[in-house]
């Protein structure tokens, strides 16, 4: 039985895509049954109708002063949907201890950076002005802290000469793409019997992707 998977994002969703493309795959344990987003005209969503995937925009503005109540409508439509597991894919909001604690152990996010090393906004401006030799992307399950929950897949690539935040976040990026369906596939099998895929690693070791500058 596939886990019913909800993905939430506010923008256009090129994590969702990469998730999406595969859980389609057959033999896959997970399958997104619902896109969520607080942004209405979010690209995401209409990536999601075109391929019959059920949607719902819940604009976190029409519940200004309370994400309580906001989260409260997300989680409704995610039982509402028999939703197991949730991916945070660009979703672009601060959460409450209501969503974490509902989903405790079942939520995942990623992040553009080796965790610990920059959590929060701006990590690839971050990580060049620290003059780091090795930067990349962490799947992580969702606690309260903010980027602290335990690491589920992490990936890496070179910072080479002449790296802009740009052009380090593109190769960041394409390894985003490659952890994060891994981590989900192995969240979904219960944290165990999933071999990644080339370029991505599950519990801390870092494959590199290129060569050392």
């Known amino acids: 039985m596939k886990r019913r998977t909800a993905v939430l994002l506010s923008g256009r969703g090129s994590n969702f895509r990469s998730l999406l493309a595969a859980t389609q795959a057959p033999g896959f344990p997970a ?4 896109v969520l ?7 995401g969503l209409v990536h999601a109708v075109a391929n019959g995937i059920a949607t719902a925009a819940i604009d976190h503005r029409a519940y200004r ?9 997300l989680i409704a439509a995610m039982e509402a949907a028999g939703v ?6 660009g979703y672009m909001r601060k959460l409450t201890p209501l ?3 509902r989903y405790a152990g079942r939520m995942l996010n990623i992040h553009p950076s080796l965790l610990p090393s920059f959590p929060g906004l701006h990590t690839h401006e971050r990580a060049l002005t620290a003059g780091v030799k090795l930067h990349g992307c962490t799947v992580h399950l969702v606690t309260d802290g903010l980027d602290e929950g335990p690491i589920v897949a992490q990936a890496a690539v070179p910072v080479l000469p002449g790296d802009t935040p740009d052009t380090l976040a593109a190769r960041v990026l394409v390894q985003e793409h490659l952890i994060y369906p891994a981590a989900l596939a192995q969240l979904a099998l219960g944290g165990s019997g999933v071999t990644p895929p080339p370029g991505a690693a599950l519990h801390n070791p870092l494959p590199v992707s290129g060569p050392l500058p």
């Open 37 to 43: 987003s607080n942004v209405p005209d979010a690209g």
């Open 65 to 73: 002063g309370n994400r309580a109540a906001h989260e409260a409508a």
């Open 31 to 34: 399958e997104i049954v619902l």
């Open 84 to 89: 197991e597991l949730v991916c945070l894919a």
């Open 99 to 101: 969503l974490v604690g």
